[in-house]
T-cell receptor
Framework: EDQVTQSPEALRLQEGESSSLNCSYT??????LFWYRQDPGKGPEFLFT?????EEKEKERLKATLTKKESFLHITAPKPEDSATYLC????????????WGLGTSLGVNP | GAVVSQHPSWVICKSGTSVKIECRSL??????MFWYRQFPKQSLMLMAT?????????EQGVEKDKFLINHASLTLSTLTVTSAHPEDSSFYIC???????????FGPGTRLLVL
């Protein structure tokens, strides 16, 4: 069964304290892995799409990497404004092409 | 680029009335739009997928007669919650995807409260 697991469930960092969020997946053929950021009461904001193992993408303090089993979202020197829930989703290669979502990691960054 | 809007952002209605939510892709053509529902502290639950000019495909357990979806143009999809009841109160989010692309871009969401 296709599944996405995110860890940790919640994480609190001090400003400037770098860390990584994990997204483990099992899917019958990966068509794409997506990272989104969601602030309370808002829709998810697109961050990255990764398509194949070894791929990496960066945007400001965020860097996403992908292997055949998992993806990491590295946050370098986070700021309080990086506080949000980070969602991971995968798209399988089947005909339905539905996103399979993880439950997210709630990140809080203390000033 | 890839901006999706939703209107209204907040709606309060009486039980038994119908509510329409609009989802627009502002700077790209969305051949496919999706409607999700999100409960507090939970992930997104896909309700239906709609392709421009076609009938929507609903997920198992979602009543198509209650949640009417129209995707009449490449930039607009609407979700109408018919005869709303308090249990329909939720956060509804749409997303849009361009032809040949895999990434979905999400709207800001609509908070529905049915009294």
């Amino acid at each position: 069964e296709d599944q996405v697991t995110q860890s940790p469930e919640a994480l609190r960092l001090q400003e400037g304290e770098s860390s990584s969020l994990n997204c483990s997946y099992t899917v019958s053929g990966l068509r794409g892995l997506f990272w989104y950021r969601q602030d309370p009461g808002k829709g998810p904001e697109f961050l990255f799409t990764l398509y194949s193992a070894g791929e990496e993408k960066e945007k400001e303090r965020l860097k996403a990497t992908l292997t055949k089993k998992e993806s990491f979202l590295h946050i370098t020197a986070p700021k309080p404004e990086d506080s949000a829930t980070y969602l991971c989703a995968v798209l399988n290669a089947g005909n339905n092409r539905k996103l399979i979502w993880g439950l997210g990691t709630s990140l809080g960054v203390n000033p | 680029g890839a901006v999706v809007s939703q209107h209204p952002s907040w709606v309060i209605c009486k039980s038994g009335t119908s509510v329409k939510i609009e989802c627009r892709s502002l700077d790209f053509q969305a051949t496919t739009m999706f409607w999700y529902r999100q409960f507090p502290k939970q992930s997104l639950m896909l309700m239906a997928t709609s392709n421009e000019g076609s009938k929507a495909t609903y997920e198992q357990g979602v009543e198509k007669d209650k949640f009417l979806i129209n995707h009449a143009s490449l930039t607009l999809s609407t979700l109408t919650v018919t005869s709303a009841h308090p249990e329909d109160s939720s956060f509804y989010i749409c997303s849009a995807r361009a032809l040949g692309q895999e990434t979905q871009y999400f709207g800001p969401g609509t908070r529905l409260l049915v009294l």
